[in-house]
C-alpha cells in the first residue's frame, strides 16, 4: 500500500496490532490489523484473506520458564500482545493445567525472571533470543498451539467497523499482499538491514514461520482460539467478523 498498485487508495498511519484496536474503538479508525483476541471484545467485520499467522513453531512468541510449564506459578508478560497473553493463558491451562498469575513487565528476560518463575518474549526481542543457547525451558506457542488443537493459530487480522467493509476494499488488501509476497526479496533485505537482523533469519520467518494468506483452516482455529477465549471469560462463544 505504499509502493503497488494500491498507493493511495487508503489514508495510513502505522501502529501495532492493539493500537490499531483502540483506534478502531474509538472511532479513530475505519480499518485496522488487530489483534485475533479483539474479536471477543469489538463487533467488528474480518477482511478476508489476508492477516497474521502460524501452522506450527512462530518462532517470535516463545514463553521461558525456569521450571517445566506445568509448575509455572507466575507469569511475565510483554503486554503488546493481547492475543499472545491469551494463547499464553489457554496452553498453560488446557496443555499443562498451570493457571499462573500474569503480570505486564518490559521484554527483558533476565529481569523477567528475577520476578516470575516464567517470562513471555514477543517480537523482536523473541526473534534476538536463540533458545537452543538458554538454560531454561522454552515453548514456542505457535507450536504448542498446533499441538493442543491441532490447528493454525491466527494472532492478528484485519478488520473494520461495521459497514466499512466492501467486496472492493477487501479485494484491495489481498492484491496488496499479493504485491508485497511477491516481493520477498525486497522486504527481507530492507527489514534485515533496519532492524539489525542476518537476512537469513528475516527470511525464514517470513517465508516459513509466518503465514499471511488465511484459508479454512486459519480460520477453523481462530474460531477454535475465540471459542475458548470467550469461555474463559465467561461470555459467548458468538464469533465476530
Do not use: N
Request: charged share 25%.
Amino acid at each position: 500500500m505504499l509502493h503497488g498498485p494500491q498507493r493511495g487508495i487508503f489514508d495510513l498511519d502505522f501502529q501495532i496490532p492493539s493500537a490499531c484496536a483502540d483506534r478502531l474503538a474509538a472511532g479513530h479508525a475505519d480499518i485496522g490489523i488487530v489483534p485475533a483476541f479483539e474479536l471477543t471484545r469489538q463487533d467488528l467485520e474480518i477482511l478476508p484473506g489476508a492477516g497474521i499467522a502460524c501452522r506450527g513453531a512462530v518462532r517470535s512468541i516463545l514463553l521461558v520458564s525456569a521450571r517445566p510449564a506445568a509448575k509455572i506459578r507466575t507469569l511475565a508478560a510483554d503486554s503488546s500482545s493481547r492475543t499472545s497473553v491469551q494463547l499464553a493463558r489457554l496452553v498453560l491451562d488446557r496443555r499443562y493445567g498451570a493457571v499462573p498469575e500474569i503480570t505486564a513487565q518490559p521484554p527483558d528476560l533476565d529481569r523477567m525472571l528475577r520476578s516470575a518463575d516464567a517470562a513471555m518474549i514477543i517480537g523482536d526481542p523473541a526473534l534476538r533470543i536463540d533458545p537452543a543457547r538458554l538454560p531454561y525451558h522454552v515453548y514456542d506457542l505457535g507450536a504448542e498451539w498446533m499441538e493442543l488443537t491441532g490447528l493454525p493459530m491466527v494472532f492478528a487480522v484485519w478488520a473494520g467497523r461495521r459497514g466499512v467493509v466492501t467486496p472492493e476494499i477487501s479485494a484491495a488488501f489481498r492484491a496488496s499482499l499479493g504485491y508485497g509476497l511477491e516481493r520477498i526479496d525486497e522486504i527481507v533485505a530492507l527489514e534485515s538491514a533496519r532492524r539489525e537482523f542476518a537476512p537469513e533469519l528475516v527470511r525464514e520467518y517470513l517465508t516459513r514461520h509466518i503465514v499471511h494468506e488465511l484459508g479454512e483452516r486459519e480460520y477453523a482455529g481462530m474460531e477454535r482460539f475465540l471459542a475458548w477465549a470467550r469461555m474463559a471469560q465467561g461470555v459467548g462463544t458468538g464469533l465476530a467478523g
